[in-house]
């Protein structure tokens, strides 16, 4: 019950508003014939709005936008003339007409069922509207012998009012699509960029997973030297040594499971598609700018260099240079973080700088910050410790995904690393 009166309450709620929009509109008109029968474009709100929106009541629409219309033009007519004499005779027929226009409407709807095509439900509106007018000038001439005279002009103002239409529909569907179009590349960006961080994530977990497999066989060797002991403090030892290494094997299993789901599910976001450097460079440029509210200033990534070089792996070198720009970001604090990316050929490889503005790194962790696990970058506010992974993933990708180098070289400011690439990795496309 309470549901249903919810449900009554805010359609009626809709109705009202709806109604408040038509009649503003009605005051936008064409004097036709007399210059109290006006064609008026609030009759292109009810059609709009059937089309529109899914559960609109367009028959109590219309009769209180019809009255609603017919009290605003007495009301204006007495504010101009400080009377009412005439008026009610002269706009009660408009009543007429929006109470036919959205009984016909509602009938066309229920029938025909054009609602989402476009083109026939205009042509059914233009008939619709032009029926609306006929009764609407029947009730106006009030007995008068009737003329067909007019029909051409009301055919004319139907038609007028049915292009209005189709182009405030048609206007309104572009944008939707232009919306959805824009948020389905922003969702794409963000797709790419998370499988990109995946990318280095599956990397590691391929580091965990031979670590496992060692801590398991460890485990196991030392149950059978222990095995040996026949002293009750050496079986217990055995013993414990043997449910860590069942305990490890299992959750090796559900760790390889874990990654193979993940694997998987990568794979098939990415098949076989590739990337030129501009393409990449483009997502990075556009994410980053959003992804770090921190900042007090979006980061500023450039890239300079041949943008038609063509990659089958983009996620390895999405993940590469996204993890540099973090780290850049990250260096520079609330300094406007700049990074600068220029590629190069050289001989049998592509040579690709990576130069940012941030402080740079100390001479005293030059040999370390390849190293997992190092990390100088303590959050203040909890004190946690960065896991020290990224420039470690870097490297990785770099040296036994990509079969490159990477390095840290002198610079004059700012960190500067330096990343050579086999050109068999990479493809010149025209």
Known sequence: MNHTSARW???????????????????????????????????????????????????????????????????????????????????????????????????????????KKIFPYIAGVVCIDYLSNVLELFARLQGSPYSWDPQILLVIVACIRGLILALVLESLDRYRVMLLTRNHARRYQRLVMLIAQLKG??????????????????????????????????????????????????????????????????????????????????????SVKDEFPQATAPPQVSFEGEDRLYTRDPYLFLSIFHNLIANAVEACGDKGCTVRITGTEEHENYIFSVQDNGPGVPPKYRDSIFIPRFSTKIDPNTGAVSRGLGLCIVRDMVEQDLGGTIRLADSDGGACFVISIPKDRLEAVT
């Open 9 to 115: 309450k805010g359609q009626l709620r809709q109705t009202l508003v709806l109604s408040l929009i038509t009649i503003c509109a009605a005051q936008i008109n064409l004097h036709v014939f007399t210059e109290t029968f006006t064609i008026s474009l609030g009759s292109v709100c009810i059609p709009a709005f059937l089309y529109l929106l899914d559960d609109v009541a367009v028959i109590p629409l219309s009769v209180i936008s019809g009255f609603g219309v017919f009290g605003s033009r007495v009301l204006i007519h007495a504010l101009r003339t400080g009377s009412t004499a005439g008026a009610v005779s002269d706009y009660l027929p408009e009543v007429i007409f929006y109470v036919a226009l959205g009984t016909l409407l509602y009938l066309f709807d229920r029938i025909g069922g054009y609602r």
């Open 201 to 286: 994530e599956m990397l590691w977990m391929d580091k965990s997973a031979s670590t496992i497999e060692e801590t398991m066989n460890t485990s196991y060797d030392l149950y059978g030297r222990l095995q040996g002991d026949e002293t009750p403090e050496g079986q217990e030892l055995a013993r414990r040594a043997l449910s860590v290494a069942k305990d490890v094997h299992e959750i090796k299993k559900e760790y390889l499971l874990i990654k193979q789901g993940i694997s998987q599910a990568i794979q098939s976001e990415t098949g076989s598609e590739g990337m030129t450097m501009g393409e990449i460079f483009a997502i990075l440029s556009r």
